[in-house]
C-alpha cells in the first residue's frame, strides 16, 4: 500500500505521547539560545537546520517572547469575523512594502499546508467570480512539498508521502522539476531549452486551455529535492506561460521566505512577480504557529463582488499573538540586518562545504542559495547512482549528527520518490564563520564514518 512494512520488531515507547518518529527516544528539548538547543541532560547541540528552515532569528531571542507576551497579556484572541487588531493592521502594513504581489493583502492561519489550501480555493473562487467554472485543475511539480493535508498534498510531487492517501485525493496533473543535476529530460542546461518549463505549457494543452486554473511551485526547492536552485530563465518563462494561458501563479515560500535565500523573498532572485504567494515557517522564526497567504487587492475586490465572501475561515486565523510575534521577528531581522547575513554567511556556507564534501567519492551535488542548502548523496559519482534505500543514509547521518551535537534535515526519495538520499543545511542567519567552521567539519567526519559503515 505505498507505506514501508516495519520489519524491526520495534516498541513504542513507553509514553501517551503519539510522535512525529514513532518508535525514536526523543529527547526533551529543554532551552534554546542563538544557534544552540540544549536538551533535559544538559547536552548541547548545533541548530544546523533551523530545525524544519525554521527558526531564522535564533533561539532564546527575548524581544520576541516580551512582544508575545505583551499581545497575549492585552489580548489574546479576537475572532477573526469579528475583530481585527492592531498587531494583524500594522504587520501587513509593514509586510506589504516587502512582498513582491501587486498591491497585496494577507490572510492568516497557523501552518503552510494552510497557506497553500488557502491558495488554491483562492485560486478556485477567482476563477469562478471570473466566469471560469470549467478551471478546476492546477498544475504543479514532481519534487516538491506543499504540505500535509489533503489538498496541500494533492499537489505534492513527494510520492512517499501521498502513495498511501492518494485514493483521498484529486489527481492533479505534475510535471517535471528543473533539477539540472538529474534533468528529468537527459538534458543539458542551457541547450535543454527549458524543457522542464515549456512541459508547463505542454500540459496545459494537455488538460485543455481552459481548464487549468493555477501552477504552484516552491520558488527555490525545498525538502523534497534538497534546495535545488532553478536556472536563471526558468521562472521568468513559467511567469509568460501562466500569463499566455490566464493562470494564476502560485509560489510557495513557506521554506524559502523570510530571508532564507538572501532575499525576502526566493522569486525576488528571478525578477518575477506572482499572483499569489505562500508564507509559512519563518515568519516568527517558530515562536508562534503562523502562516500567511498573500493575494492581489484586484483579486479580493472580484470575489467580493461576485460572491460578497470569500468561502474559507478558521479558528485561528488572523491571530494577533502571531502577528505580534511576526512583527517583533521582522524587527529583529531588520535590526540586525540579517538578511544580508543570510546571503553573506550562505555564500561562505555553500563554499566551506564544497571545499569539505564536494570531492568525497559518495557526494553527487552540493546546491543552494543563502542560508539554504542540500548535499545529495550518490552510490557512484560519475554514474549518479543513488545509494540502496536500505542503507537509509540520510537518516543515519542526521541521527548520527544529532547524537554527536549538530542538527541537520536529512531528506530521501529525491530520484524517484523512493531512491535518494540528501541533506539539508539551513542554520539561523546569525551563525558565524567559526560556528559553520565548526558544523561542517562534523557532517564531514560523520558521513565519511556512516558511509565506512555502510560500503
Ligand atoms: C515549501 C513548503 N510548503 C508548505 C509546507 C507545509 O508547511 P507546514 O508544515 O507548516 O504545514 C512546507 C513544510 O515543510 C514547505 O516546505
Given amino acids: ?31 534554546g539560545e ?13 541548530d544546523g537546520s533551523g530545525g524544519a528552515a525554521v527558526v531564522n532569528a535564533g533561539h532564546g531571542v527575548a524581544e520576541i ?21 492592531e498587531a494583524i493592521e500594522d504587520y501587513s502594513a509593514r509586510l506589504a512594502a516587502l512582498t513582491p504581489v501587486e498591491t497585496p493583502r494577507f490572510y492568516y492561519l497557523s501552518s503552510g499546508s494552510e497557506a497553500v489550501e488557502t491558495a488554491l480555493k483562492f485560486s478556485r473562487q477567482v476563477n469562478l467570480a471570473r466566469g471560469k467554472a470549467a478551471r478546476d485543475v492546477i498544475i504543479s511539480r514532481w519534487g516538491s512539498y506543499h504540505g500535509t493535508t489533503l489538498g496541500a498534498l494533492a499537489v505534492t510531487g513527494k510520492p512517499k508521502m501521498r502513495t498511501p492517501f492518494a485514493p483521498l485525493m484529486r489527481d492533479h496533473p505534475h510535471i517535471p522539476p528543473p533539477y539540472c543535476y538529474r534533468c528529468p529530460f537527459g538534458a543539458t542546461y542551457p541547450s535543454c531549452d527549458l524543457a522542464c518549463a515549456q512541459a508547463l505549457e505542454t500540459e496545459i494543452l494537455n ?51 523570510f530571508g532564507r535565500t538572501g532575499r ?34 484586484s483579486d479580493v475586490q472580484t470575489i467580493l463582488d461576485a460572491h460578497g465572501d470569500f468561502a474559507h475561515g478558521g479558528t485561528f486565523s488572523h491571530h494577533a499573538v502571531g502577528a505580534s510575534a511576526a512583527q517583533a521577528t521582522l524587527d529583529y531581522l531588520e535590526q540586525h540586518d ?19 564534501l564536494g570531492e568525497l567519492p559518495f557526494v ?21 547512482d543513488p545509494i540502496s534505500p536500505e542503507a537509509q543514509f540520510s537518516r543515519r547521518v542526521g541521527d548520527l549528527a544529532f547524537e554527536r551535537g549538530v542538527i541537520f534535515y536529512p531528506g530521501s526519495g529525491s530520484v524517484d520518490g523512493v531512491r535518494g538520499d540528501h541533506l539539508l543545511i539551513a542554520p539561523p542567519f546569525i551563525i ?24
Fill in 338 to 356: 540579517l538578511v544580508t547575513a543570510a546571503a553573506n554567511l550562505g555564500t561562505y556556507l555553500g563554499q566551506k562545504l564544497k571545499a569539505e
Fill in 364 to 384: 553527487g551535488d552540493i546546491r543552494g542559495l543563502g542560508m539554504l542548502w542540500g548535499v545529495e548523496f550518490v552510490a557512484d559519482r560519475k554514474t549518479k
Fill in 65 to 85: 517572547a516580551q512582544a508575545m507576551f505583551e499581545q497575549a497579556a492585552s489580548v489574546a484572541y479576537a475572532h477573526g469575523t469579528m475583530f481585527s487588531t
Fill in 34 to 46: 542563538g544557534i544552540y538547543l540544549w536538551d533535559k541532560d544538559g547536552r548541547r547541540y548545533i
Fill in 432 to 455: 558565524t564563520e567559526s560556528e559553520i567552521d565548526v558544523m561542517v567539519g562534523l557532517l564531514r567526519e560523520v558521513v565519511f564514518e556512516v558511509w565506512q559503515e555502510i560500503k
Fill in 207 to 257: 488538460q485543455g486551455k481552459d481548464r487549468v486554473m493555477a501552477f504552484i511551485a516552491e520558488s527555490v526547492g525545498g525538502a523534497t529535492l534538497g534546495a535545488v536552485v532553478p536556472p536563471e530563465d526558468y521562472w521568468p518563462r513559467i511567469a509568460q506561460i501562466c500569463e499566455r494561458y490566464d493562470l494564476l501563479l502560485i509560489v510557495d515560500e513557506v521554506m524559502a521566505g
Fill in 264 to 297: 525576502w523573498f526566493g522569486i525576488q532572485h528571478f525578477g518575477v512577480e506572482p499572483d499569489i504567494i505562500t508564507m509559512g515557517k519563518g515568519i516568527t522564526s517558530g515562536y508562534f504557529p503562523l502562516s500567511i497567504t498573500a493575494v492581489r487587492d
Fill in 1 to 31: 500500500m505505498g507505506v514501508d512494512q516495519n520489519q524491526t520488531g520495534e516498541k513504542l515507547p513507553d509514553s501517551h505521547v503519539f510522535y512525529r518518529r514513532l518508535a525514536h527516544l526523543h529527547p526533551l528539548a529543554e532551552r
